[in-house]
């Protein structure tokens, strides 16, 4: 990992936790966890995923309000970076609340899946990862043959502004700046089928895709 990306994975963490404390500020915690799951219910259902019991599932880069939040009957574990600022500076987020979480302090490259995964989730993280060609990797490594990855991203939409954002700080909170193709072609080198694309948020820099994959 050279200094720049390092630098700017830094900045982007940084700049993270000050954006979640912030958002949920004035916020009631009963009433964004009440959001939060509809959510997650709505998005479990545009990704027309087939959970089923007993299956085990990965929410990498969960953030204080994952996906975990809407599994049931599943064996979940979770990580993110940053959990121990959550933890002691967000009061929406208590682990002790979702005894039926498995939780993790890891980046993404670093994470040591020490089980296969039906499902992996990674849910508006890849973009903030420091090293993304090594956590593509740990995504698809961790997940079983036949097994499905969800990501969703956020993907540049015009080639020109994607190399200026590349070399300016253009989106601090984003150190990768990227194409959809770009992202899709990092998953199928790696073994991965795209099963469906779907657009979640349509900007003109940006547009906010869910990515459903199979690990061939």
Known sequence: MNAAVKNKWRLAQFFEILWWKRFLKDKSIEEYRTYKLLYWEDFLRKSQLDILPGMQVLDAGCGPAGIFMA????????????LDKYESSIDHFKSSDWPHVRFFQSMLENF??????????CINAINHVSDLTKSIQVLVDGTKHKGKLVVSIDAHNHGVLKTIFRAIPGDVLHPHQLSLEDYVQMFVERGCKLDRTMVLKSEFIFNYYLLVLTKN
């Open 71 to 82: 599994l049931k009957d599943v064996s979940i574990t979770a990580f993110d970076p940053l």
């Open 112 to 121: 040591d899946a020490k089980e296969k995964y039906d499902i992996t989730f």
